[in-house]
T-cell receptor, first 112, second 112 residues
Framework: SAVISQKPSRDICQRGTSLTIQCQVD?????MFWYRQQPGQSLTLIAT?????????ESGFVIDKFPISRPNLTFSTLTVSNMSPEDSSIYLC?????????FGPGTRLTVL | AQSVTQPDIHITVSEGASLELRCNYS??????LFWYVQSPGQGLQLLLK??????LVQGIKGFEAEFKRSQSSFNLRKPSVHWSDAAEYFC??????????FGKGTRLHILP
């Protein structure tokens, strides 16, 4: 299994600002995924990030709001832009494919 | 379209009692099925997974799940729960495009 770390673990941000979340994996992986978990809800896939190509966004998520970088096979970032209180969630990255995915510990974001 | 249904939002059992958490899926082909657990303030941990073969799958922490194709179900069981099992449990299905789709989760409460 892969060991995944995320930074920051939590943050409190002001409305209108942006936050970049980092995801680091201890081995090279092809696919990385970003999920959002709103309070009391399940996980919703934001986008799939493959190294060397543009991220693929799910319905309801757009690149301007959630830009993603994938500079190499062990690292990815997700930026939550122009935040509003509705963006308060846990953001998780994961690695793997449809046969197994391992998750990072998550970033708990609160927007005031 | 693929989907996962967890009909029970909350389940309460006494410590030492048996547990069964229900999960139904919708998927056209042979599914990849998973159970994840999320303890308060923690990330997601993979309990077990099913791809093929024996329909009774053993996982970590004494959990098992049974795949029943005829009922499109993948219920999670444990013969005797411990107070530390109190958590949110997510059933998930691996989709054809390397995504994992999660159910809404079942929160397990343990009575002393």
């Amino acid at each position: 299994s892969a060991v995944i770390s995320q930074k920051p673990s939590r943050d409190i941000c002001q409305r209108g600002t942006s936050l970049t979340i980092q995801c680091q994996v201890d081995s090279q992986v092809t696919m990385m995924f970003w999920y959002r978990q709103q309070p009391g809800q399940s996980l919703t896939l934001i986008a799939t990030a493959n190294q060397g190509s543009e991220a693929t966004y799910e319905s309801g998520f757009v690149i301007d709001k959630f830009p993603i970088s994938r500079p190499n096979l062990t690292f990815s970032t997700l930026t939550v832009s122009n935040m509003s209180p509705e963006d308060s969630s846990i953001y998780l990255c994961s690695v793997g494919a449809r046969d197994t995915q391992y998750f990072g510990p998550g970033t708990r974001l609160t927007v005031l | 379209a693929q989907s996962v249904t967890q009909p029970d939002i909350h389940i309460t059992v006494s410590e030492g009692a048996s547990l069964e958490l229900r999960c139904n899926y919708s998927y056209g082909a042979t599914p990849y099925l998973f159970w994840y657990v999320q303890s308060p303030g923690q990330g997601l941990q993979l309990l077990l997974k099913y791809f093929s073969g024996d329909t009774l799958v053993q996982g970590i922490k004494g959990f098992e799940a049974e795949f029943k194709r005829s009922q499109s179900s993948f219920n999670l069981r444990k013969p005797s729960v411990h107070w530390s099992d109190a958590a949110e449990y997510f059933c998930a299905v691996g989709a054809g495009d390397d995504k994992i789709i999660f159910g809404k989760g079942t929160r397990l409460h343990i009575l002393p």
